[in-house]
């Protein structure tokens, strides 16, 4: 046995990704299979309704909020970056930022609902537009409602001392998936608001 | 090197890397026991539930299937009424996917996946728990519906509109009960299950590796099941946002699939075959990896190919999401399309083709030893080529023309199910049960199970090619006695009955061995992955040290140190 040479030293480094990150990959994979299905559907039937209202009549592109929500994965970013310097005070200042501008952009859907729903009389029963705009845009939304309800736990538990720095990459884990929906808007905004309008 | 590489020998109950300490659980009263099982988080108790549940939805839609062929054995027969023969189909095949194909494979993945890679327990044990919940409760909500749905016209309770479920059939001006709010929601939960597992089988397999197992190193079932696991992550996608489009049509008044209002079936058929295609290879890749365990074991050499082998699973996993439209090619599409999805759907045979020949690679040659699961990966390697072959033949979309929905279509997927998917789904109850319980399951059971199990299957599907060929379509509850398929449809029948006697023996076998079947002791068939290398039944943390391995074939290292595999890499 002593005669056989030690070709591969055994405790060789074994590179390996950890299971957060990838767990959380995997989901934005299924994730946004779903999403393109949704926006698929939302391009095939674009312009195919013979009764209104039609996007270019009733929709306005909402510029401010695309802001708010684009740039909340700036935030969300100097928040990671606090929490992995033991930064805590910066910490929850940027994180409360990032949940201020989500939550923005969720009142700028709600109104933009509003208006749709009592101004122009477009419900999901109305019409191809109805039916795909607001699945498309409610599926992204609840993701933002998701995202938000999460990272407002996060928030509580970080006021009262249980997120500590040990939980950077936990933090980094969510911040991933809020990146995702951060981008899956950009497809959303270009398809709804730029290219079928 | 092997005091090195194995954990090492001596200390307590561990010897020669293996620990001999019995799996014990906690026993106490038959209601803690039961808590146990209900609460429990260990991939190996999960993996056996998966199975457990999975068999018995196997003989639920075996019974459906049974119920479709005596109907079906001769001409105006009147054995079930039209409206229940749709609910039979309509059930035989959801459940047949959803309720016994997936999980029997996750099942096995999820006990096979964390002891071939030398892990504890998967990389997320309670998200595990999670997934086969929500997966069972799919498969309770999905048969719930005989109580609580109303099908077409007020006639029944099951769903009835086909495992494809195409629209416009499916909205609510056609279907108005509820038996599709419970087929769609049934399927939505299983599938929040499946995606589950398959979040916790990739991040298993590539994080939770033990010491020196590379990425060429892990063993092929773990390779193809994460394969496998990223094809599903792509392909329940589509489903679930098809399935949630059909909610909102049926319960919110969209027109996603509402022909009326300007929406489109085509899309629903184009939705659920970006599924429906994938999913073929989702369940066919489980059962090459099994094969790619066993064939190797019992013809004692090294699988032919591996690199080549890894490749080819991902290169089908790649093509299979481009072929989906030849399921549609009579729904009207350009020539371009179909020249596309044609020679797309030819393609697949390359990888597959390059799997069938490393398999008869690794039998050239080779001292094989014919027990029970060989002989069913043998059948399986036979049946593959066929059920290949008539799927190169329905590639061709003038050839489709003339036989789709046919029962040639039929018989072509069942080759492929049955033939391939089942036969090594019993070559691996019968290869890992020994792991699972201790104990060898019977031989001579095994062999009676094994041809009666060869003669009911080509009986039945090998004839079923010709009524199909004749012109008999697929989903008709009887036909006239004029066309000639009457002796064929009769044979079939009789076909079907010898298979279900043999899965009854499979059954009694597992009930059986379980309480008679020879001690198995840690490593029955001189095996050479790790799951081999702890005690039959594992104990619960798997191994008692982590193991440390240097080549593909760490225990043919432990076992011939004068001839280790890792002197080779």
């Known amino acids: 046995m002593a005669t056989i040479p030690l070709q591969h030293a055994p405790d060789e480094v074994l590179h390996q990704p950890t299971r957060g990150v990838m767990a959380m990959a995997c989901l934005i994979i299924a994730e946004s299979a779903i999403f393109t299905i949704f926006v698929v559907a939302y391009l095939y039937f674009a312009g195919h309704d013979v009764t209104g209202p039609h996007p270019r009549d009733v929709l306005e592109v909402p510029y401010f909020y695309t ?48 208006k749709l729903i009592f101004e122009d009389h477009l419900t999901i029963h109305t019409n191809l537009f109805g039916t795909t705009y607001y699945s498309l845009v409610g599926l992204h939304a609840s993701h933002v409602i998701i995202g938000a309800i999460l990272m407002l736990f996060t928030l509580v538990f970080a006021l009262l001392d249980k997120v500590t720095p040990r939980h950077a990459y936990n933090v980094r884990v969510l911040a991933m998936y809020w990146h995702f929906v951060d981008a899956v808007w950009v497809v959303v905004f270009t398809v709804v608001y730029v290219v079928c309008r | 090197m092997s005091t090195e590489s194995m954990p090492v020998p001596g200390t307590g109950a561990v010897e020669a890397g293996i620990d001999h300490t019995p799996a014990t659980y906690e026993r106490g009263t038959w209601l803690e026991w039961i808590h146990g099982w209900i609460v429990t988080v260990d991939h190996k108790r999960l993996g056996i539930l998966y199975m457990l549940y999975a068999l018995v939805f196997l003989l639920v839609a075996g019974v459906e299937a049974l119920m479709i062929r005596i109907q079906l054995a001769i001409p105006h027969n009147t054995f079930v009424s039209p409206f229940a023969f749709n609910r039979l189909f309509t059930m035989h095949g959801t459940t047949m996917v959803f309720l016994v194909g997936m999980p029997i494979l996750f099942g096995f993945g999820n006990y096979l996946v964390p002891l071939m890679i030398g892990a504890r327990d998967m990389a997320f044990p309670r998200l595990n728990a999670f997934s086969f919940w929500m997966s069972a409760f799919g498969g309770i909500l999905l048969y719930y519906s005989f109580i609580g749905g109303v099908g077409l016209a007020g006639t029944g309770s099951a769903p009835d509109v086909a495992w494809f479920a195409y629209a416009p059939l499916t909205e609510k001006a056609f279907s108005p009960g509820h038996t599709v709010d419970y087929w769609a929601v049934a399927i939505i939960a299983s599938g929040i299950g499946s995606i589950g597992t398959s979040i916790n089988i990739i991040a298993t397999v590539f994080c939770m590796r033990c010491k020196g197992m590379t990425l060429m190193r892990i063993p092929l079932l773990p390779w193809l099941y994460a394969t496998m696991s990223f094809l599903a992550l792509l392909a329940l996608g589509p489903l679930t946002a098809a399935q949630g489009m059909l909610m909102i049509d049926r319960y919110l008044g969209g027109h996603f699939f509402d022909t009326q209002a300007g929406g489109s079936a085509i899309l629903w058929a184009h939705f659920f075959w970006i599924f429906g295609h994938p999913e073929v290879y989702v369940l066919v890749l489980p059962a090459f990896a099994f094969a790619n365990e066993i064939i190797p074991v019992f013809s004692r050499k090294a699988i032919f190919g591996y690199s080549a082998m890894v490749a080819a699973s991902v290169g089908i996993a790649f093509i299979s999401l481009g072929v989906w439209a030849h399921h549609m090619f009579t729904i009207g599409m350009t020539s371009f399309g179909n020249a596309f999805f044609t020679l797309s759907t030819m393609l697949v045979s390359i990888p597959t083709g390059i799997k069938t020949f490393n398999w008869l690679a690794t039998i050239w040659g080779g001292r094989i030893r014919f027990t029970t699961p060989m002989l069913f990966s043998i059948a399986f390697l036979s049946q593959w080529v066929i059920a290949g072959l008539t799927g190169i033949m329905l590639s061709v979309s003038a050839w489709n023309w003339q036989l789709h929905n046919s029962y040639f279509v039929v018989a072509h997927f069942h080759y492929v199910l049955v033939g391939a998917i089942l036969f090594m789904i019993f070559a691996a109850f019968y290869y890992w049960y020994p792991k699972m319980t201790g104990r ?27 009524p199909g060929l004749l012109g008999m379509p697929r989903q008709i509850y009887t036909y006239e006695p004029d066309r000639g398929w009457n002796t064929l449809n009769f044979l079939v029948t009789v076909g079907a009955f010898i298979q279900a006697i043999a899965v009854l023996i499979f059954a009694f076998n597992l009930v059986y061995s379980y309480f008679y079947g020879d001690e198995a002791g840690p490593d029955p068939w001189d095996a050479w992955t790790l799951e081999w290398a702890t005690a039959s039944p594992p104990p619960p943390y798997n191994f008692a040290d982590e193991p440390s391995v240097a080549s593909r074939r760490p225990l043919w290292d432990l076992k011939h140190p004068e001839d280790p595999d890792s002197a080779f890499e």
């Open chain 1, 67 to 114: 802001v708010c929500l684009l740039s909340s994965s700036f935030f969300i970013v100097l928040a990671e970056h606090a929490i992995e310097h033991a930064r805590m005070g910066a910490f929850r200042l940027w994180w409360a930022i990032t949940i201020l501008l989500g939550l923005t952009f969720l009142y700028g859907t709600a109104t933009e609902w509003r």
């Open chain 2, 440 to 466: 060898m399951m019977n031989k001579t059971l095994g062999r009676w199970h094994f041809w009666l199990m060869v003669i009911g299957f080509h009986l039945t599907f090998d004839l079923m090619h010709f």
